[in-house]
Nanobody
Framework: QVQLVESGGGLVQPGGSLRLSCAAS????????MGWYRQTPGAQRELVAT???????NYGNSAKGRFSISRDNAKNTVHLQMNSLEPEDTAVYYC???????????WGQGTQVTVSS
């Protein structure tokens, strides 16, 4: 079992920035991808960004050029720096731990991000 604890969500004005963090604990495999996804009411959960242990990143279209994902392997944490936020970025953001080798992934409880003036 892996537990994920997210932090850093909140209310921000358009054009502002937020930094989300996610800490993993428990039975963590040596090889895993960490990522952020987001979801709005009535919509499917969508990819924001993922990062592999070596630092290879993958971004969803909405995040390219504005968001940056990073990880600290020693601390089993992942961060999402979000800049130039827009009202369309308002969503619940979820952290995901995806171990390699077909093992079951884990999700965090979600953190609300609201972009509004």
């Amino acid at each position: 079992q892996v537990q994920l604890v997210e932090s850093g969500g909140g209310l921000v004005q358009p054009g502002g920035s937020l930094r989300l963090s996610c800490a993993a604990s428990g039975s963590i495999f040596s090889g895993y991808t960490m990522g952020w996804y987001r979801q709005t009411p009535g919509a499917q959960r969508e990819l924001v960004a993922t990062i592999a242990p070596g630092g290879t990143t993958n971004y969803g279209n909405s995040a390219k050029g504005r968001f940056s994902i990073s990880r600290d392997n020693a601390k089993n944490t992942v961060h999402l720096q979000m800049n130039s936020l827009e009202p369309e970025d308002t969503a619940v953001y979820y952290c995901r731990y995806s171990p390699w080798g077909g093992h079951v992934p884990s999700w965090g409880q979600g953190t609300q991000v609201t972009v509004s003036s």
